[in-house]
């Protein structure tokens, strides 16, 4: 069975310094994941995936993640926070190579909300 | 915008009302899925729908009824909802369901309270 821990429920850091955001996950197969984000009152947009091509895997907004297999991790990094980077960040996995369940089925985190101070 | 978009944006109800969830995806994709946000936990998978017919009911009580009319609208009837029922209910699509690492698209969502 898949699964997705998000270590931290909240992470603050100050405009302009770099912010990391926890993910490990659990997949009896090779997975896909994701990195979406949820700002205030919006939907959940897509940050980034990873699909068994590059392990370091750029998205929008600056922000890059690296699947690091020996470690399951898939953390979310950007160089520089920015005030509009303030939201909820969702890691997402979903089965890759695995038993075809005639759908493709999303493991959600509980997500980490990210307060970006001046 | 992500080309999902959801009506109404928020929703009151009383515990004995009749009320319609709407969906439209103008992204020409042929999977549309109904999710439950909780506050403090895991998005919940509750409906997808698959060239307009239904592959998967994650064990979703009876009160709630989807309808897919056509691949682009996707409802959520509700019908004597108790107060756990509320919740931001949030419309995706992706283009074919059962593709691998496919990405699916959200809609902005619908802010429900249940009184």
């Known amino acids: 069975a898949q699964s997705v821990t998000q270590l931290d429920s909240h992470v603050s850091v100050s405009e302009g310094t770099p912010v990391l955001l926890r993910c490990n996950y659990s997949s009896s197969y090779s997975p896909s994941l994701f990195w979406y984000v949820q700002h205030p009152n919006k939907g959940l947009q897509l940050l980034l995936k990873?699909?068994?091509?590059?392990?370091l895997v750029k998205g929008i907004n600056g922000f890059e993640a690296e699947f690091k297999k020996s470690e399951t991790s898939f953390h979310l990094t950007k160089p520089s926070a920015h005030m509009s980077d303030a939201a909820e960040y969702f890691c997402?996995?979903?089965?890759?190579?695995?038993?075809?369940?005639?759908?493709?089925?999303?493991?959600f985190g509980t997500g980490t909300r990210l307060l970006v101070s001046p | 915008e992500t080309g999902v978009t959801q009506t109404p944006r928020h929703l009151v109800m009383g515990m004995t009302n009749k009320k319609s969830l709407k969906c439209e995806q103008h992204?020409?994709?042929?999977?549309m899925y109904w999710y439950k946000q909780s506050a403090k936990k895991p998005l919940e998978l509750m409906f997808v729908y698959n060239f307009k017919e239904q592959t998967e009911n994650n064990s979703v009580p009876s009160r709630f009824s989807p309808e897919c009319p056509n691949s682009s609208h996707l409802f959520l009837h509700l019908h004597t909802l108790q107060p756990e029922d509320s919740a931001l209910y949030l419309c995706a699509s992706s283009q074919d369901g059962g593709r691998e690492g496919e990405t699916q698209y959200f809609g902005p969502g619908t802010r429900l309270l249940v009184l």
């Open positions: 992204l020409g994709h042929n999977a």
């Open positions: 990873y699909t068994s091509a590059a392990t």
């Open positions: 997402v996995v979903s089965p890759l190579g695995g038993m075809n369940t005639g759908f493709q089925k999303l493991v």
